[in-house]
């Protein structure tokens, strides 16, 4: 059985500052790893994908993944009020492709409140 | 990232009775995921559906409570049968894109089910 983990929070944060959000997970066959973005009554919404160890970084955002401590974060720079919201780990397990094979479903993390205060 | 539309996007139901949720994705998609959320919680997996052969449930979840029918590579729908409260929830169904050498799920707006 999966597991995701991440602190529930709320982790308040100032305006400008970087945010940093913590995931450990407990599979280690673990293939691919997702942060997701929640707004209040909304659905999740993809911020970014990371497979291999090291960081990936698309504009304000950082994913850093750590496979041998079994762990992935989020770094967000120079951060605004409107990233005030839910941040969702998740984890898969993904089949090569040329198996013939897909993407096997998500395990989420209960989710990490943050606060941008300004 | 394709386009994902969900019918209805909440309804108020009587206990005891079955709710047919629709996903329509608009690019044809492999495979079609079906998750619930429960009030403050996050998002657990109900089941996988492929087109052309049986949905997969999760463990907790079973065909006789959540059937799923996947008639084409756009479109699936997920039944609430016999519902009680404790199946207050949003349900959200996801497509699946191979981007940036991953497997990535899309979430459609969700249907938030209220049952009385």
């Known amino acids: 059985q999966k597991e995701v983990e991440q602190n529930s929070g709320p982790l308040s944060v100032p305006e400008g500052a970087i945010a940093s959000l913590n995931c450990t997970y407990s599979?280690?066959?673990?293939?691919?790893f997702f942060w997701y973005r929640q707004y209040s009554g909304k659905s999740p919404e993809l911020i970014m994908s990371i497979y291999s160890n090291g960081d990936k970084e698309d504009g304000r955002f950082t994913a850093q993944l750590n496979k041998a401590s079994q762990y992935v974060s989020l770094l967000i720079r120079d951060s605004q009020p409107s990233d005030s919201a839910t941040y969702l780990c998740?984890?898969?397990?993904?089949?090569?492709?040329?198996?013939?094979?897909?993407?096997?479903?998500?395990?989420f993390g209960k989710g990490t409140h943050l606060i941008i205060q300004p | 990232s394709a386009v994902i539309s969900q019918k209805p996007s909440r309804d108020i139901c009587q206990r005891g009775t079955s709710l047919t949720i629709q996903c329509q994705v608009d690019?044809?998609?492999?495979?079609m995921f079906w998750y619930r959320q429960q009030p403050g919680q996050s998002l657990t997996l109900i089941a996988t559906?492929?087109?052309?052969?049986?949905?997969?449930?999760e463990s907790g979840f079973v065909i006789d409570k959540f059937p799923i029918s996947r008639p084409n590579l756009t479109f699936s729908t997920l039944t609430v049968s016999n519902m009680s409260p404790e199946d207050s929830s949003i349900y959200l169904c996801s497509d699946t894109a191979w981007e940036a050498m991953v497997y990535t799920q899309y979430f459609g707006p969700g249907t938030r089910l209220t049952v009385l």
């Open positions: 599979d280690r066959g673990s293939q691919s």
């Open positions: 690019s044809q998609v492999t495979m």
């Open positions: 559906a492929n087109q052309g052969s049986e949905a997969t449930y």
């Open positions: 998740a984890v898969n397990d993904p089949y090569p492709p040329f198996s013939g094979g897909g993407a096997d479903g998500l395990t």
